[in-house]
């Protein structure tokens, strides 16, 4: 099987997967986003010639450079070829207030969001939210640019500071919790592994943000809230986040398309990279076979 990785870089979950198809006989090529190219026949398209299509980032671009590069996923995906994960469920995930709609039509439990434009609005959601809110980018991963807000002078200062740069203000409630959140990892319908992600100090929970990993098996509840919020994203393979409030509810944070492992692994004893490399394996054989 040919791989084709789609990245930014050769970080270290690039490295990662080349490893896992080497080591299971599969040939992989590392291809940036940037470089990537395409014509109306499809004759000199990048992504022509791969069996399978695994996309790790999303690099920075114009909203053209990102709307072609969608376009070619999608074009790959019609002509038969595998893509983890597949390019309507990457534009869902992607976009946290589309994920956040999403969960929330499926009936799933979300902390109370408002997603707005303007100072004036975001204030008014501010004080609907009850004063304390997370402010998260439309866009973004690993709990980069998010910042909880408690002040009603910071959070106006904030707002009309961000308005300016024509940026969309996704609010969420601050959910309580215990220091603690869940990532539950799922592949094909299936939980592969699960960790508890401890806050270092404060309430960021994210491993990138200094955040503790410890694995352990997911309830029987917390597999199914996990499994449903990734059917309801499209997600096939990827990382579901979960909090538990006040109360011991549980809240949906985020579904993960593009997620990490380097955490996750070594703290569970999975090799979550074959795990990927095997399924791609299983259904490019399966798709042989009809």
Known sequence: MHIAIISGGQGWHVRDLMRAAREHGHVADVLDF???????????DSLVGFDAIVVRTMPPGSLEQVVFRMDLL???ERRGALILNPP???????????????????G???????????ADDAMAAFATLGGDVVLKPLFGSEGRGMVRIGDDEIAWRTFR???RTGVVLYLQQFVR???WDLRVFIIDGTVRASMRRYARDGWRTNVAQGGRGEGVVATREQAQLALRAAEACSVVAGG???????SGELFVLEVNAVPGWRALAPVTGVDIAAELVEFLARQHASKNQR
Do not use: F, M, N
């Open 34 to 44: 940037r470089a990537l190219r395409g014509t109306a026949a499809c004759g000199a």
């Open 74 to 76: 999608h074009q790959a």
């Open 88 to 106: 309507r469920s990457l534009e869902v995930c992607i976009d946290k207030y589309l994920a956040t709609a999403k969960l929330e039509a499926a």
């Open 108 to 118: 799933l439990p979300v902390p109370p969001t408002i997603v707005c434009q303007t």
């Open 161 to 163: 500071t961000l308005e």
């Open 177 to 179: 919790h215990p220091g």
């Open 240 to 246: 579901v986040d979960l909090l538990p409030g006040p």
